[in-house]
């Protein structure tokens, strides 16, 4: 709207709608949540509308999975999917893909102008080298300049001009970052950290499953956290008995433990949530899984 650009605003969401009217105004532009993303790909709906004259859909707001973002370019391939990442503190954007850097999947993009950044190893403070995982640190005219009335969450937050972003990412040799996990969702296995985030990628490229989350349970037998995953699975998959459901749980488990190194494997099992706890943004509120396996309202290995 700044740059004088027609946009089109819905007071509220809905795919039927948002496709006749992104027909209608032939849109070239498309700003999506990983939520509406996985609707496009599951949904019949866009097929009766045309999407011919879209150029480029930037998503951002809460990781893209790799899986996801190559099932989106295989309904839209004349379009360039790309990622960013931003957050409130940062007003918001920090990172972001350019269009001709398509082919790197996955990854939410490089530094805007006049921002820096620092992969930082959380223990001992040192920067860590490229291909290395750290947590995020940036500074740039866009960083805010402290909580409102919470002096004690500022200190906390910055590191000299460095704001502490929480997020674990990795660069590459071509300076684009790839978000690993938020620093505070790490599992660590017998002293061993597992990447929530990179688990949940390779669940939803079973055939079966469409949506998935990665959390940690601590184990008192074998003294550690260990990693549990929920998924969701594919129509008409989720409507099964719960033995031919559980049948499903104990294929996939099986089929990670195939790809995964010995200590990734999924030792705290796997369970069927058909609606995982997520924000507005499609963000996983990893917090509130283990409540839900307590409930007893999920079918257990």
């Known amino acids: ?28 532009l ?4 990983p939520p509406i993303v996985l609707m496009l790909v599951a949904s019949d709906i866009l097929r009766k509308y045309d999407f011919s004259a879209l150029e480029c859909m930037v998503v951002a707001a809460a990781p893209l999975k ?12 004349q379009t360039k999917i790309v990622q960013g990442y931003g957050l409130s503190e940062c007003s918001p954007s920090v990172l972001m893909q350019h ?15 006049t921002t820096e950044a620092r992969l930082v190893e959380p223990v001992s ?15 740039g005219p866009q960083t805010m300049m402290g909580y409102i009335g919470d002096e004690a969450a500022t200190r ?21 970052f790839w978000v690993t996990d938020r620093l505070k969702e790490m599992i660590k296995y017998k002293g061993l950290q597992i990447a ?7 669940l939803v490229q079973h055939p079966l499953v469409i949506d998935a989350a990665v959390c940690a349970l601590y184990s008192h037998e074998q003294a550690s956290e260990v990693p549990l995953a929920y ?24 089929w990670m433990d195939g790809r995964v190194a010995g200590y990734k494997k999924l030792r705290g099992g796997v369970y069927h949530l058909q609606t995982l706890p997520k924000n507005p943004s499609g963000k996983i509120l990893r917090r509130e899984l283990p409540a839900k396996k307590k409930e007893g309202r999920l079918g257990v290995l």
């Open 1 to 28: 709207m700044w740059l004088g650009n027609f946009t089109c605003a819905l007071p509220t969401f809905d795919l039927e709608t948002y496709c006749q009217q992104f027909a209608k105004f032939k849109a070239t």
């Open 30 to 33: 498309a700003y999506l949540v």
């Open 66 to 77: 790799k899986a996801l973002q190559q099932r989106i370019k295989a309904v839209f391939p």
């Open 99 to 113: 269009e001709t850097d398509e082919q790197y999947v996955g990854t939410c993009g490089r530094l805007l102008s």
């Open 125 to 139: 403070g040192k920067d860590v080298d490229i291909g290395k995982e750290g947590e995020l640190w940036v500074r």
């Open 156 to 176: 906390d937050t910055f590191v000299g001009e460095w704001l502490r972003t929480g997020d674990v990412m990795m660069r590459d040799e071509n300076d684009n």
């Open 196 to 202: 929530p985030s990179e688990l949940e990628d390779l």
């Open 231 to 254: 998924v969701s699975l594919a129509e008409p998959h989720h409507k099964k008995t719960m033995e031919d459901i559980k049948g499903i749980l104990e294929e996939i488990n099986t």
